[in-house]
């Protein structure tokens, strides 16, 4: 086995399993071997389940022996977010109050990931109920490019273990940017499928009309590969869309030679690393093939990251309604405030950010109907220090900073892939998100694998 194993890519390591060149049992003790060695600084998994995952990697390779492939993820080890519930091991989704929580049955996206053939190899840890800051008796992950920054919320394990070479891939989960902000911090490639394209059914919520489940992936090829598992129609999710899915693998080399890509020409307070993540971007879709076209966001689109928060709070108030404020001992400040928050909000104010919701939702169809991509900083600033996050970084106008170009997305319910497109001066990964009219994840896709194709950010690795 070579000694960077836990570096390749998912799709090679899928394509030398099957031809038995690698066997899953060996892939998987490698990268359990791995996690042993790295993880207790790292901290990224709250669960670990070896025993379980050897066990289905030696049944994997008795089925490849026989001759029977369940498809491109045979074999393969990954690890889902700890709000995704797996039959027979602890779901807590980050609370402290739900650390015996043991579901009886999987959500419907892990049950697709096992049923496609992936190795589980655990649960990975995440901020309490999914908002933006661990509970005070969980340690939280640190970013393995450098401990001293931020590693995103709230799929903090999936950015940190899946940079780290601890999982082939992951799922993720993005409300507000929770995909998104651990992407870019750890230099992956990201993906925040549109609204219902994958079923929420078994994932623990935070805002139901704006949580998105979807791929962590260190390429956009192997996060199109993940997508193509999870997502479609599900019976148990009647807000899963039912419309065919694509194979975005197959159709990842269209590439974007001819494509209009939107580029906003009113961006706010983008730092400078932000600025030369995009303007890196712009000449690489350039180079692609890509045509770059001015555009402006509407008025709508910088309302959204205060309009945000209130409506969050008011739906995590909802999905908390059974334990908030009964047990409010047991959640952290940080959660307990949004739910405060929500609990506060009248039905005027709530009615008035839903108007401005629609608003949101049909400008930015408009405007995607004008081009075929839209280019997107992630955050204003490209990327956080602990310290920094801590001498200010949950006030009011910084936290519409880091929330003002993935708050809208999430609002809308529009597609975004994020791509790192960069690195600062601390070593730390910066990256860009492009977004794509509703259900058009095969465009952001071959984009990104275009993209990729002419850039090597991907490919770079944290430090030993």
């Known amino acids: 086995m070579p000694a960077d194993l836990h570096y390749l890519s998912l799709d090679e390591v899928a394509r030398r399993l099957k ?99 992936a190795v589980i190899l655990g649960k990975l840890q995440m901020t309490e109920g999914a908002y933006g800051a661990h509970h005070p008796t969980i340690p939280a992950p640190l970013n393995p490019w450098n401990a001293a920054y931020w590693t995103g919320s709230s799929s903090s394990g999936s950015g940190a273990a899946t940079a780290a070479g601890l999982c082939f891939a992951s799922l993720g989960s993005d409300t507000g940017g929770s995909i998104r902000f651990p992407s870019t911090m750890n230099g992956l490639s990201g993906l925040k499928p549109t609204w219902g394209r994958v079923s929420r059914a078994g994932v623990f919520p935070l805002g139901e009309s704006l949580d998105h489940i979807g791929p962590m992936a260190r390429s956009a090829l192997d996060a199109a590969i993940v997508l193509g598992v999870i997502a479609g129609a599900d019976p148990d999710d009647a807000t899963a869309a039912g419309l065919p899915v694509p194979d975005y693998a197959a159709a990842i080399s269209t590439g974007v030679k001819g494509r209009r890509i939107g580029l906003p020409t009113n ?26 076209v001015d555009v402006t966001l509407p008025q709508s689109f910088f309302q959204a990251s205060y309009d945000w928060v209130p409506l969050c709070a008011v739906e995590a108030a909802v999905a908390h309604a059974e334990m908030y404020p009964k047990h409010a001992g ?63 970084g949950r006030e009011v106008e910084a936290v519409a900073g880091r929330l003002r170009y993935t708050a809208p997305m999430d609002m809308s319910g529009h597609p975004t892939l994020t791509l790192p497109g960069g690195m600062t001066r601390d070593a730390v990964p910066t990256g860009f998100q492009i977004a794509a009219r509703a259900f058009d994840e095969a465009a952001i896709l071959a984009a990104g694998h275009a993209y990729q194709q002419v850039t090597d950010w991907h490919l770079k690795r944290p430090p030993s």
């Not at 890196?280 to 180079?287: P, Q, T």
């Not at 109907?369 to 602990?386: C, G, H, K, T, Y």
């Open 19 to 117: 031809a038995r060149k690698l066997s899953s049992v060996e892939a998987t003790q490698s990268m359990l071997d791995r996690v042993a060695k790295v993880d207790p600084k790292l901290k990224s998994y709250a669960t670990l389940t070896p025993e379980r995952a050897l066990a289905d990697a030696a049944r994997l390779d008795a089925e490849t022996a026989a001759g029977r492939s369940r498809g491109a993820l045979h074999g393969v080890p990954i690890a889902v977010k700890d709000l995704c519930n797996t039959a027979g091991v602890a779901t807590a989704a980050g609370m402290a109050i739900h650390r015996a929580n043991v579901p009886a049955k999987d959500a419907t996206v892990v049950a697709r990931l096992k049923e496609a053939g």
């Open 330 to 392: 047991d959640y952290g400040p940080v959660l307990a405030g949004l739910l405060d928050t929500g609990l506060k909000l009248s039905g005027l104010d709530l009615q008035r950010l839903l108007l401005r919701r629609a608003t949101l939702k049909g400008e930015l169809d408009k405007l995607l109907a004008s081009v075929d991509l839209l280019l997107l900083p992630v955050m204003e600033r490209a990327v956080w220090s602990l310290e920094a996050l801590a001498a200010g």
């Open 267 to 292: 961006l706010r307070n983008l730092d400078n690393d932000s600025e030369q993540a995009i303007a890196g971007a712009v000449e690489a879709f350039k180079k692609a093939g890509a045509t770059i």
